[in-house]
């Protein structure tokens, strides 16, 4: 995990396992309502939220701006989670936001890295 | 240079770490951390180890800066505008904070540092052998994890683990969730050979309260309901054991 010998690499891995935790929804949108920060979009929910990240790293949509606008919307609170485990879906939305939230910092360090 | 961080990281976030990997604290202050144990006489060698934490042992200069920052608001200024301003006050040697903290706060009158004292009592009379670390207790780094710094997270970890070791260090219990669960879950992943036990206050209370033969008392009755804190019941996952303590009460209905 930590010092990196090949930080692309260790971005990649942690793309592919952000990508590979977010499979793992079954786009219920049980959590929509019952979150927090919702106030009628979708984004505001930690649905919309993991498929902003889908969308962004799969495919590149919005900008990063826009996405850690989102994520840094989020409380933390993990209602969200306590849902899926209720719902017995292995999805763990609280923690890919969390871990989103790393990979951009990550990203954004290394690019700042190869800048300087 | 800090172009890249700064797209995706809030700004706020970004004093917030530099506070806690330069001072030692969330909001940057340069105050005394231990000025509530004062009177106390803890040890700093004992069976459990208390964990005090940012959160209220330094609310008192946090609230005092929130007001600021919301008069400053009020005039036209944003949030972070406020933040930067204290930040900018701190470079030529003033520490705007502690000047917007409550000053006759420290120990007995303030309400935040008042809950400690309290938590140490409480421990105290269930038979246990507190200490706490005074000055040299470190922030555990939960911010830093949480706003995305993983990195600076994992180092601050380890060097926190270090100072653990030098007190020698078995037990701890913690006071707030995020601490907690940050020194219980977090810590285990990155830190090789991490052995510290770490308990919540609460647990501990209802864990003694069982075995010890105590009846608390309120002097008039009271009924009162309980909130799921969102770090304490879904992170720790304690969720029965400040019921039972509720219950335990005599002259309190939940």
Redesign the interface.
């Known amino acids: ?3 990196h010998n090949d930080p692309e690499a260790d971005l990649k891995a942690m793309e592919t396992e952000i990508l590979n935790a977010i499979q793992t929804c079954i786009n219920c949108r049980m959590c929509v309502r019952m979150c927090p920060t919702h106030e009628g979009w979708v984004t505001q929910s930690a649905f919309g939220r993991l498929a902003a990240i889908n969308l962004h790293l799969k495919y590149g949509l919005g900008s ?2 826009e ?2 606008r989102l994520l ?1 919307s989020c ?5 969200c ?2 849902r899926c485990r209720m719902l017995s879906t292995n999805a763990t939305p609280s923690d890919v936001i ?1 871990k989103t ?9 290394h ?2 890295r190869q ?2 | ?5 700064k ?4 700004v706020p ?1 970004l004093y917030m770490r530099e506070n806690v990997l330069e001072k030692g604290n969330i909001p940057g202050v340069a105050g005394d951390k231990a000025e509530w144990a004062k009177n106390l006489n803890l040890p700093r060698e004992a069976e459990y180890m208390f964990f005090g934490g940012c959160g209220y042992q330094f609310m008192r200069y946090v609230e005092g800066m929130m007001k600021a920052a919301a008069g400053m608001e009020k005039v036209g200024f944003g949030r972070e505008a406020g933040i930067g301003i204290s930040k900018m006050f701190g470079k030529i040697g003033i520490d705007l904070p502690s000047i917007t903290a409550k000053v006759a706060a420290a120990g007995q009158e303030d309400t935040y540092t008042r809950i400690l004292v309290s938590a140490v009592r409480v421990l105290r009379k269930l038979g246990l052998d507190i200490g706490y670390m005074h000055e040299d207790e470190p922030c555990c780094g939960s911010p830093l ?7 600076d997270y ?2 601050h970890a380890k060097e926190n683990v270090e100072i653990f070791k030098s007190y020698g260090i078995q037990k701890l219990i913690g006071l707030i969730p995020a601490c907690t669960a940050s020194l219980r879950d977090h810590y285990p992943k ?1 830190v090789e050979g991490y052995n510290l036990e770490v308990y919540h206050f609460i647990e501990i209370v209802a864990q003694r309260l069982r075995k010890a033969d105590l009846k608390p008392r309120l002097k008039e009755r009271l009924s009162v309901a309980y909130h799921d804190p ?1 770090q304490l019941s ?2 720790l996952e304690i969720i029965d054991a400040p019921r039972e303590v509720l219950a335990s009460i005599d002259g309190l209905e939940l």
Not at chain 1, 101 to 109: D, F, P
Not at chain 2, 7 to 10: E, G, H, L, R
Request: hydrophobic share 35%.
């Open positions: 995990m930590s010092p990063e701006k996405l850690s840094f409380a933390n609170c993990r209602r989670q306590v969390i939230r790393q990979l951009l910092a990550r990203k954004a360090l690019k700042e800048g300087a | 240079m800090k172009k890249y961080v797209n995706v990281i809030p976030h994890y949480y706003s995305g710094f993983l990195d994992i180092e990155y969102c879904r992170y």
